[in-house]
């Protein structure tokens, strides 16, 4: 009986036994060891090893071959007599490899059976490592990861920018609410100087353009010197650059998820297909993942905390992204989170194991599924119901990842926001507000005193402050203050809203896009000012959509009601 | 491996001139001594915390599993010298490609072998019994990967140097529980010889030091 020995210098083929006689080798590659040997073990035959299937078939007697897809493969090249060595003696070729390796010539001598032996474990090693950094989910990951990044730094760079410029000529700060058409009026040069094609050229609407012609001829800025205003001007020049980065990183995660994950974007759209994916670490292990673990992606801390307490575990983590998810009213939103991580898993798989192909009937089953969650329970729980049961500290949406940022609580984000450690918020602070984190970003939202967990800004919050809100959290981003006094969870101003106050709403939100504010006293959910509104406060109504132009919503536009603040709130919500 | 200073470790440099991890080394007596610190080396804080007795010496073999970036395994590369080999297993790619680019490439004696720790018999370029395991992984079936790879690769009487991390195993349970239960599971030639736990180096962290008889 032969044996046929397959290592990772070549296969020999020997006689049986210990110490048996080397019949014949057939070596791999010098060069290349590696990629032969993998072959081999994949059960494909490579070069080196085509005559070795005709070589055993021409023997007398069987042989008995090391390895099984190397066995698989000579059966089928026409070697039948073969059959898998046992344990035993795969035990003992793996022990004295080296040895074999001399024995049969492969190596000339024990030092250079393992010199060998190491050099292929480094190409092998290296070509794996080169095979996985090659893949191009990675690059998705790198660049939604630099795309909060660089959300990061331009929105730093713009508020120290419009601090800066604002020294000049401060009502521009009003007016201008985009990072790029402002930093584009500060390319222009001084306020006197400004003309309506300026404006125009950055990008304002003939509304704009009257108040900022207006606003620069009697300005309360001070002068600029030549040197200063050029140290602006570069600063303005990145914070555009940063902005076109911004457009094109984000173009290209579209494109790539389109091409790398088509199925997994179509269910949950690029840019949060793209941070689910990044946390999973890669689309493979994506697909190996449960559909509940997708779900509470991004919110491991809520998780963890939910496990060791036995409290209610989050709904959802990076998931609340999703438009879907978003949308859905609060009772809803767990049920609607669990469909779409369900139907995401399923995308996963598809997108590794089947490439190409698009699955649309994944995205009608979830809306279908959508509906049906919207119809059977429109109506909210009955109050008292243990639904929004206390604990911990409030909650499981805690690390829930909001704004544009996209990830939990334990990544410092934004300036007031997340890191306990950076206290640069601008956002004031109530007192003993319970959790009350203002301004996420250019904030200046104001805070709920008595609530517990107050986040006190720095010198330079310009925050207004909210009562007993719960968990206020005005001002997401750039948004101006507004708080939520007994609100459970009031959330104003999610993006440049500038403030607005929902007293006893449950859950205020106000402002969802360049909402200017408003209040929904005891409406349950108010939600005023979805798009521009300027303030206004819902009464009573149940979903009380706020109406328009009141600039600050809920109490008044007292300046400073909060904590120490050297600019006091613009909107503070006092009960 | 020498004391130097203030009471701290180090090991003779192998690769003189080469720094794995930007640790400190210093010279004494014509050699080269790399600084072995214990915050980011779990063995290191095993020794400092009274592990009796370091299996590791001159010309021995290791099979070293979760090698990461390789900061430990070039102190066990250290040791063990030129008549000695350190397998490096690792799975994840992107630490691995540090412990190519730092470690691997610059030692001889260091023999990377990516792959997955459960599948020990897929490993390539592994040759012979090792005299030691070190086990270091971030799995919560850690300790049966670990007994496992002792089946295939270590020779009896050799030692399973076995990093046990609480956390990776069970986050809810109790740390102390938790190692009481993965040292219950060392049976079957195991025989637990000394539990050293790694605080403050390491939170939640014990080295079990295992004696493996061949079954």
């Given at each position: 009986m032969m044996e046929v020995v397959l290592t990772e210098l070549g296969v020999a083929v020997r006689e049986g036994g210990e110490g048996g006689r080397t019949a014949r080798v057939f070596p791999f590659s010098r060069s290349d060891p590696a990629s032969e040997y993998v072959e081999a073990r994949a059960g494909r035959v490579p070069e080196p090893l085509s005559g070795l299937a005709g070589y055993l078939a021409g023997l007398d007697s069987g042989a008995l071959v090391s390895d099984e897809p190397l066995l698989l493969a000579l059966k089928k090249g026409g070697a039948d007599d073969c059959r898998l060595m046992d344990a035993e003696a795969r035990e003992r070729i793996q022990s004295s490899k080296p040895d074999v390796l001399v024995e049969s010539g492969l190596a000339a001598d024990r030092d250079e059976a393992l010199e060998r032996l190491r050099d292929f474990a480094m190409q092998l090693s290296s070509s794996k490592v080169a095979a996985a950094s090659g893949s191009?989910?990675?690059?998705?990951?790198?660049?939604?990861?630099?795309?909060?990044?660089?959300?990061?730094?331009?929105?730093?760079?713009?508020?120290?920018?419009?601090?800066?410029?604002?020294?000049?000529?401060?009502?521009?700060?009003?007016?201008?609410?985009?990072?790029?058409?402002?930093?584009?009026?500060?390319?222009?040069?001084?306020?006197?100087?400004?003309?309506?094609?300026?404006?125009?050229?950055?990008?304002?609407?003939?509304?704009?353009?009257?108040?900022?012609?207006?606003?620069?001829?009697?300005?309360?800025?001070?002068?600029?010197?030549?040197?200063?205003?050029?140290?602006?001007?570069?600063?303005?020049?990145?914070?555009?650059?940063?902005?076109?980065?911004?457009?094109?990183?984000?173009?290209?995660?579209?494109?790539?998820?389109?091409?790398?994950?088509?199925?997994?974007?179509?269910?949950?759209?690029?840019?949060?297909?793209?941070?689910?994916?990044?946390?999973?670490?890669?689309?493979?292990?994506?697909?190996?993942?449960?559909?509940?673990?997708?779900?509470?992606?991004?919110?491991?801390?809520?998780?963890?905390?939910?496990?060791?307490?036995?409290?209610?575990?989050?709904?959802?983590?990076?998931?609340?992204?999703?438009?879907?998810?978003?949308?859905?009213p609060r009772w809803q939103r767990g049920k609607v989170a669990r469909a779409v991580a369900a139907k995401a898993a399923i995308a996963a798989r598809v997108d590794v194991y089947s490439e190409g192909s698009i699955n649309s009937t994944l995205l009608e089953r979830l809306n279908v599924r959508v509906g049906e969650i919207g119809k059977k329970y429109s109506e909210p729980p009955p109050p008292g119901e243990p639904e929004p049961r206390e604990r911990g500290r409030g909650g499981a949406a805690d690390d829930r990842p909001r704004g544009r940022g996209g990830a939990a609580d334990d990544r410092p984000r934004g300036r007031g926001g997340a890191a306990d450690d950076r206290p640069r918020g601008r956002g004031g602070a109530g007192p003993p507000g319970r959790r009350s984190r203002p301004a996420d970003d250019r904030g200046r939202g104001g805070a709920g005193p008595p609530g517990r967990r107050s986040r006190p800004a720095d010198d330079r919050g310009r925050g207004g402050a909210g009562p007993p809100g719960r968990r206020s959290r005005p001002a997401d981003d750039r948004g101006r203050g507004g708080a939520g006094p007994p609100g459970r969870r009031s959330r104003p101003a999610d993006d440049r809203g500038r403030g607005g106050a929902g007293p006893p709403g449950r859950r205020s939100r106000p402002a969802d896009d360049r909402g200017r504010g408003g209040a929904g006293p005891p409406g349950r959910r108010s939600r005023p000012a979805d798009d521009r509104g300027r303030g206004g406060a819902g009464p009573p109504g149940r979903r009380g959509g706020g109406g328009a132009k009141g600039r600050a919503g809920g109490g008044s536009r007292g300046r400073g009601k909060g904590g120490g603040r050297k600019r006091g709130g613009r909107s503070g919500g006092p009960p | 491996m020498r004391w130097e200073g203030h009471d701290r470790l180090a090991t003779a440099n192998l690769a003189p001139g080469h720094r794995a991890y930007k640790e400190k080394t210093l010279v004494a007596g014509g050699t080269e001594y790399r600084v072995w610190d214990p915050f980011r080396s779990k063995l290191a804080a095993a020794l400092l915390n009274g592990l009796d007795e370091l299996p590791l010496e001159g010309r021995s073999s290791v099979l070293y599993l979760g090698a990461s970036t390789g900061t430990t395994v070039s102190h066990v590369s250290d040791i063990v010298g030129g008549g000695g080999v350190v397998f490096a297993v690792e799975h994840a790619s992107r630490v691995a490609r540090d412990l190519l680019d730092r470690v691997a490439s610059r030692r001889r004696n260091v023999v990377p072998v990516i792959q997955d720790a459960r599948n020990p018999s897929a490993y390539f370029s592994v040759y012979g019994k090792v005299d030691v395991v070190y086990a270091d992984i971030a799995q919560p079936d850690q300790t049966e990967i670990a007994m496992s790879n002792c089946r295939a690769y270590l020779r009896g009487g050799g030692t399973l140097l076995l990093v046990i991390k609480t956390r990776s195993i069970d986050v809810v349970r109790r740390p102390d529980k938790v190692i009481e239960g993965e040292l219950a599971k060392m049976r079957g030639g195991f025989e637990v010889a000394q539990l050293v736990g790694l605080e403050p180096y390491d939170r939640d962290h014990a080295m079990a030091a295992v004696l493996y008889r061949a079954a």
């Open positions: 191009p989910d990675m690059h998705v990951i790198q660049a939604i990861g630099s795309l909060d990044e660089i959300d990061r730094m331009s929105n730093a760079a713009g508020s120290r920018l419009r601090e800066w410029y604002g020294l000049h000529f401060p009502e521009l700060d009003n007016i201008a609410d985009g990072a790029a058409g402002y930093a584009r009026i500060v390319l222009a040069g001084r306020r006197d100087g400004l003309s309506e094609e300026a404006f125009r050229g950055a990008g304002f609407d003939d509304a704009k353009v009257q108040m900022l012609s207006v606003a620069c001829g009697h300005s309360r800025g001070g002068e600029i010197s030549d040197g200063d205003l050029a140290a602006v001007q570069g600063m303005a020049r990145q914070v555009l650059g940063m902005h076109d980065l911004r457009r094109e990183l984000e173009a290209r995660v579209e494109d790539q998820m389109r091409a790398v994950a088509p199925n997994l974007s179509a269910i949950l759209g690029a840019s949060v297909g793209a941070r689910i994916l990044a946390r999973a670490g890669s689309l493979k292990r994506l697909a190996s993942m449960p559909s509940s673990t997708i779900q509470v992606i991004g919110a491991e801390k809520a998780l963890f905390r939910a496990l060791k307490t036995g409290s209610r575990p989050p709904k959802h983590g990076l998931l609340f992204q999703h438009p879907l998810v978003h949308a859905a | -």
